[in-house]
């Protein structure tokens, strides 16, 4: 597998077999997708191309509309990698490539630098200025350009655009069990380890504060969840508050803090990946420590039993 960020150094490929997208979340849906691409391009002796863009197309064309990600690009590309894809191609995605005319988008940067065998698309794909090329443009240029289309049936297509809202609304909502049911797997992010207010090691409850790596990722509602971490290789199960700890301060500055059970190394400024397991409760103000710590201890009780449910 190879990924490439430049679009101006790409080799000659094998009777290319290529699929377009965002792929945000490389959900159940989009991996059905993907085993299309693998599966036809191994047919013909081929070579199957994801092209993707960076940053998300949606951040230029539509800034006042901003979207959060599911997943950042690094994940992005692992999730991919890892259904088959043997080529991802990380278009940067810019105003001038915006500005390509749609028969420009076939001509120069289609068939210029992919010449390809096939091209997987669905149905609603849109592509070139003001996004005016579509399938139909596709079919029309094939005979003049010598490639294939294969059209993405429209329930799929379907099932993969409602998935992306549907999951970010459940992860929104605290609803990781039904956004992980629809991922595939645990709805996770990567985070540095910052300073905090060392307050939880007074009551036994120490915490490691977190400052997610990619700002325009998704974070679950606020409240209290039992999570499980990879740090270095090694997992950990953990309860974790996301929230502005009315307990002790009145700041409205919010704050990912995990509780790692049976771990004591010192860790600041290591990078973790939280994976959320399961909801416990709701973010609460206690009248004192003393039922802060008391609350804590029934949180750990039921994230220890979610944990060892799966």
Request: aromatic share 10%.
């Amino acid at each position: 597998m190879a990924v490439y960020f430049n679009t101006e150094h790409l080799p000659a490929f094998t009777n290319p077999v290529i699929t377009i997208g965002t792929f945000d979340g490389v959900h159940h849906g989009h991996r059905q997708i993907l085993e299309e691409v693998v599966d036809y391009a191994r047919s013909i002796g081929g070579e199957s191309i994801v092209i993707t863009f960076e940053p998300h197309p949606r951040k230029l064309l539509f800034p006042d509309r901003p979207i959060k990600l599911l997943t950042p690009l690094k994940q992005k590309l692992e999730l991919i990698t890892g259904s088959g894809i043997e080529h991802i191609v990380v278009v940067p995605f810019s105003r001038e490539f915006s500005e390509l005319s749609a028969r420009q988008y076939v001509g120069e940067f289609l068939v210029g630098k992919f010449r390809p065998k096939c091209i997987i698309i669905g149905y609603d794909h849109h592509f070139g200025h003001d996004r005016t090329g579509n399938i139909g443009l596709l079919r029309q240029l094939q005979a003049d350009f010598g490639y294939e289309v294969r059209e993405i049936p429209a329930q799929l297509i379907d099932e993969a655009a409602v998935s992306s809202t549907k999951i970010r609304n459940a992860i929104a909502e605290g609803k990781v069990e039904e956004a992980a049911h629809m991922l595939g797997r645990s709805y996770g992010i990567a985070g540095k380890v910052v300073e905090g207010a060392k307050l939880g090691r007074t009551i036994g409850y120490p915490t490691a504060n977190i400052e997610p790596l990619d700002a325009e990722q998704i974070l679950p509602g606020k409240g209290i969840y039992a999570a499980r971490v990879n740090f270095r290789g090694n997992i950990y199960d953990a309860m974790l508050s996301i929230g502005y700890n009315p307990t002790v301060t009145d700041k409205k500055e919010l704050k990912i803090e995990v509780h790692i059970f049976s771990f004591s190394e010192s860790i600041y400024g290591e990078e973790l990946e939280i994976f959320f397991i399961r909801y416990l409760r709701t973010e609460e103000k206690f009248d004192s420590l003393d039922a802060l710590k008391e609350q804590l201890h029934k949180d750990k009780e039921a994230a220890l039993q979610a944990l060892s449910q799966g």
